[in-house]
Nanobody
Framework: QVQLHESGGGLVQAGDSLRLSCTASGRTSSSYSLGWFRRPPGKDRDFVADIRWSDNFTRYTDSVRGRFAISRDNAAEYTAYLQMNNLRPEDTAVYFC???????????WGQGTQVTVSS
């Protein structure tokens, strides 16, 4: 089992920045990557970004590329961040981090953190 804890959500205005944090604990040695997902109001949960632990390879969905950056904490193993810049109202969502056991398979999820961007 891998446990995940997110933090850093909040209410901001369009154009502002936020940084989300996610810390994994438990059987972290089995974790392949860490991903961020989001569920906008009334919509399905979608992929945002992920980072592979072995080589820091990152992926982004098109709508956030260039505005969001996923990174890991070099001092704290299995901690990752999502730096969100130039936020837009359409970025409003509950953001979840998830631990992958292998590429694109995420069996472990955090509880989510709300990000609200006002116009």
């Amino acid at each position: 089992q891998v446990q995940l804890h997110e933090s850093g959500g909040g209410l901001v205005q369009a154009g502002d920045s936020l940084r989300l944090s996610c810390t994994a604990s438990g059987r972290t040695s089995s974790s392949y990557s860490l991903g961020w997902f989001r569920r906008p109001p009334g919509k399905d949960r979608d992929f945002v970004a992920d980072i592979r632990w072995s080589d820091n390879f990152t992926r982004y969905t098109d709508s956030v590329r260039g505005r969001f950056a996923i990174s890991r904490d070099n001092a704290a193993e299995y901690t990752a961040y999502l730096q969100m810049n130039n936020l837009r109202p359409e970025d409003t969502a509950v953001y979840f981090c998830a631990s992958a056991a292998e590429r694109d398979r995420y069996p472990y999820w955090g509880q989510g953190t709300q990000v609200t961007v006002s116009s």
